[in-house]
């Protein structure tokens, strides 16, 4: 994986997350029906949970009390038992929207701020070696497996002095600091690997370590820098513990997780408000996702996979 | 999200750049402009956002303070690195080399030690104290979570969380990518992704999805309309209350982090298998090894330590996991777990100490881990 990760050659896609194996001709490629049934089960399985949310909020409110989502597929080109009127209803009376401009109004600071705080710091334990790098770094590497509870009581108090509960600065700092380990650990691995030609010729030609690092390292770093971004778009978009604990539950902050969490617990039996909410909640990683998946493929692998 | 455990990695060391004997001064001088670099663009941050009341007053434009939070957080940082480059350059060259590697990795050091290590020390701190603070009980509230039969309902559900989700979240990832590595690239790609689909989706989405999977209707409330009890009046036999029924409902909840995780371990899985030497699994059937054997003996071995790092990562995914319990039960009907007590204690009830006590709780058990990580990557460095 590592000779993988360092050579800039294009993102792996799901089914060829690995080096290209050339299969060797003859090897029993099966295609049984066993296989494929069983992979078309489990893949089913998987997804029936979802397609019964997205199908539900599309239904008018009588019917999801009614009747099971699964019942529209007895008449299932009638487009008129359709209706986003749950959507509707949830943006609006519900406050999703608000809450759905909040959500993008944590995230995209929440994402970008880490980053050129890691981008420099991994550049840092990368290309220089200096008293303390080992043990800075390790501290680093701990701070990967704590648990964020273990935070949460000193800094809600500490907000608590500074009137910073209930803010987004707040909110955007807490995730920046929670962030940080993933970052800098997924770009230290990628930025050492950078060879190390390119910066001795660049130094060379004049070039400074601010000025390597900005022209050489930012550039050929864009995959690692990218896929983290996704993790932290994704982290900060669903996590509900630190909105939850920093930001609170007022309508005039809240983020679409803890309003949606809310809407559980005051409108548990509201299916066709549920099912509408949870999914306004789940639109934007869903693009997300599948726009970037190999980009995401890829720093899941370069975080954890043997080389 | 998940939090990679580290692997070892055999990774050509890098050669570091800067070996002047400048990057080892010790001089009083430049310690104290290498404490100052680090701390320069955490003080100008917090200073920053901590002053200016603008950005914390609720009516404010809420685009305009995104739009100053990423120019001072990107620009702004940015602009701040650069200047220190420029007044490290003019510093003669020893000390300036001295300076600099503090000046690029410090500040994120200092955000990590302002977020993470004083807060954890404060932790500590505080789960010897009581619900508000101020005073010192000694061990009371750590006796209270061993002794009362509420934290230990929580041990107890959390620790089966643990060992059954992290093994069948593999086992089942390792098996789809087994088996869709048979498949055209297209299909596998194809049944892939819905497998993998579900970690775009928060534990708080995945809470309502399933709670809709689940839902129960007592007799003569109308049709069943959760696919579970569906498939049950379907097929003759009483719905269920499945979150309500002790003990099993804490495998139903399980069931919703699986199907989260699978897809994690799965892509992972599948990326190592696919890095079998071909050769070998060739080897192994002309020498007449069925397909099985194959696979306990050739694969399993050769991705035998990536397993061991996704079940890892998905043993602390598990033990760190809140949301869906608190979205599915709030933790009642004996369905509370460790991480979940700790939110309801400190945040609900208010009780710091009993909060603390939790989640000193949840740091020591990862503890283990956490020395591993530090020494495989301490091995690591040692080879470059």
Redesign the interface.
């Known amino acids: 994986?590592?000779a993988e990760t360092a050579s800039a050659g294009a993102a792996?896609?799901?089914?060829?997350?690995?080096?290209d194996?050339?299969?060797?001709p003859g090897?029993?490629?099966?295609?049984s029906w066993l296989?494929?049934a069983?992979?078309?089960v489990?893949?089913?399985a998987?997804?029936?949970?979802?397609a019964?949310?997205l199908i539900?909020s599309l239904r008018p409110e009588v019917d999801?009390?009614?009747?099971?989502?699964?019942t529209i597929f007895a008449h299932p080109f009638e487009l008129t038992q359709f209706t986003v009127a749950n959507y509707e209803r949830v943006l609006t009376a519900e406050g999703l929207f608000g809450a759905f401009?909040?959500s993008?109004?944590v995230t995209?600071?929440a994402t970008?701020?880490p980053i050129?705080?890691?981008a420099?710091?991994a550049?840092?334990?990368?290309?220089?070696?200096?008293?303390g790098?080992?043990f800075?770094?390790?501290?680093?590497?701990?701070?990967?497996?704590?648990?964020?509870?273990?935070?949460?009581?000193?800094?809600l108090?500490l907000y608590g002095n500074?009137?910073?509960v209930?803010?987004?600065?707040g909110v955007?700092?807490?995730h920046?600091?929670?962030g940080?380990?993933?970052a800098?650990?997924l770009l230290y691995?990628y930025i050492?690997?950078?060879p190390?030609d390119i910066?001795e010729s660049a130094?060379i030609d004049g070039a400074?370590?601010?000025t390597a690092?900005t022209r050489l390292v930012l550039p050929l770093s864009f995959p690692a820098i990218a896929s983290f971004a996704i993790?932290q778009f994704?982290?900060v978009?669903?996590?509900?513990?630190v909105s939850?604990?920093f930001l609170g539950t007022n309508p005039?902050?809240a983020v679409l997780?803890a309003r949606?969490?809310q809407l559980?617990?005051s409108r548990g039996a509201a299916?066709h408000l549920?099912?509408a909410?949870?999914?306004v909640?789940?639109v934007v990683?869903?693009i997300?996702?599948?726009a970037l998946?190999r980009f995401f493929?890829r720093g899941?692998?370069a975080?954890?996979?043997?080389? | 999200?998940?939090?990679?455990?580290?692997?070892?990695?055999?990774?050509?060391p890098?050669?570091?750049?800067?070996?002047d004997p400048g990057?080892?001064n010790?001089s009083l001088a430049a310690w104290l402009l290498r404490i100052g670099s680090a701390l320069v663009?955490p003080a100008v941050?917090?200073l920053f956002?901590?002053t200016f009341d603008f950005?914390?007053q609720?009516d404010t434009n809420?685009l305009l303070?995104?739009a100053v939070?990423?120019a001072v957080?990107?620009g702004g940082?940015?602009l701040l690195?650069?200047g220190m480059?420029r007044a490290i350059?003019v510093m003669p060259e020893q000390i300036g080399n001295?300076v600099?590697?503090?000046?690029?990795?410090?500040?994120?050091?200092v955000?990590?030690g302002?977020?993470?290590?004083?807060?954890?020390v404060?932790?500590f701190i505080?789960s010897f104290q009581s619900a508000d603070?101020d005073e010192f009980v000694g061990l009371a509230n750590f006796q209270r979570i061993f002794t009362e039969e509420t934290y230990l309902i929580s041990i107890r559900n959390s620790v089966i969380w643990v060992i059954l989700v992290p093994i069948v979240a593999v086992v089942?990832g390792l098996g789809?990518a087994t088996?869709?590595d048979?498949?055209?690239?297209r299909?596998?790609?194809?049944?892939?992704?819905?497998?993998?689909?579900?970690?775009?989706?928060?534990?708080?989405?995945a809470?309502?999805?399933?709670?809709?999977?689940y839902?129960f209707r007592p007799e003569g409330f109308?049709?069943?309309?959760?696919?579970l009890n569906?498939v049950k009046v379907a097929t003759g036999t009483d719905p269920v209350d499945w979150i309500s029924i002790p003990l099993w409902n804490n495998l139903f909840l399980m069931v919703i982090l699986i199907?989260l995780q699978?897809g994690?371990a799965m892509?992972?899985l599948?990326?190592?298998i696919?890095?079998v030497?071909?050769?070998e699994?060739?080897a192994s059937?002309i020498d007449g090894a069925n397909?099985w054997q194959v696979f306990r003996k050739i694969v399993v071995p050769s991705i035998a330590?990536?397993l061991v790092?996704?079940w890892t990562?998905v043993l602390?995914t598990t033990?760190?996991v809140?949301?869906i319990v608190?979205?599915m039960t709030?933790g009642g009907f004996d369905t509370s777990v460790v991480?979940e007590r700790?939110?309801t204690e400190?945040?609900t009830f208010g009780n710091?100490g009993m909060?603390?006590a939790?989640?000193?709780l949840?740091?020591v058990a990862?503890l283990p881990?956490?020395v591993i990580?530090?020494k495989r990557?301490?091995e690591q460095?040692r080879l470059r």
């Open positions: 994986m590592t792996p896609s799901l089914a060829n997350v690995s080096q194996a050339t299969r060797v090897e029993p490629k099966s295609r296989v494929r069983l992979v078309l489990i893949a089913v998987w997804t029936v949970p979802t019964g949310l539900s999801v009390s009614g009747t099971g989502w699964w401009i909040n993008l109004i995209i600071p970008v701020i050129t705080l890691a420099f710091a550049y840092g334990f990368a290309w220089t070696r200096f008293r790098r080992s800075l770094f390790a501290i680093v590497v701990g701070l990967l497996v704590v648990p964020l509870q273990m935070s949460l009581v000193p800094l108090r500074y009137d910073l209930g803010t987004f600065v955007w700092l807490a920046t600091g929670f940080l380990p993933l800098i650990y691995n050492s690997q950078l190390k910066f130094y400074t370590p601010f690092f993790f994704l982290w978009w669903n996590d509900l513990l939850l604990v005039d902050v997780t949606v969490s559980v617990g299916w549920l099912t909410g949870a999914f909640s789940m990683p869903l997300v996702f599948l998946q493929v899941l692998l975080g954890s996979v043997k080389g | 999200m998940t939090t990679p455990a580290v692997a070892p990695v055999d990774e050509v890098p050669q570091p750049i800067s070996e990057a080892r010790n663009i941050l917090i956002f901590f950005l914390k609720e809420k303070q995104v939070a990423v957080g990107v940082i940015w690195y650069w480059d350059s001295a600099r590697p503090f000046a690029f990795a410090g500040p994120a050091m955000l990590l302002f977020y993470l290590v004083y807060p954890a404060n932790t505080l603070g089942i789809f088996l869709s048979r498949l055209g690239k299909s596998e790609t194809v049944a892939k992704s819905m497998i993998f689909l579900p970690m775009a989706i928060s534990f708080v989405g809470s309502v999805v399933w709670r809709f999977v839902n109308g049709e069943q309309i959760g696919l569906a199907w699978v994690f892509v992972i599948s990326s190592a696919k890095a030497p071909v050769d699994i060739e059937r397909e330590s990536t790092v996704v990562t602390i033990w760190k809140f949301d608190f979205v709030g991480a700790m939110v400190f945040f710091d909060g603390s939790l989640a000193v949840l740091f990862v881990i956490l990580n530090v990557f301490q460095e």
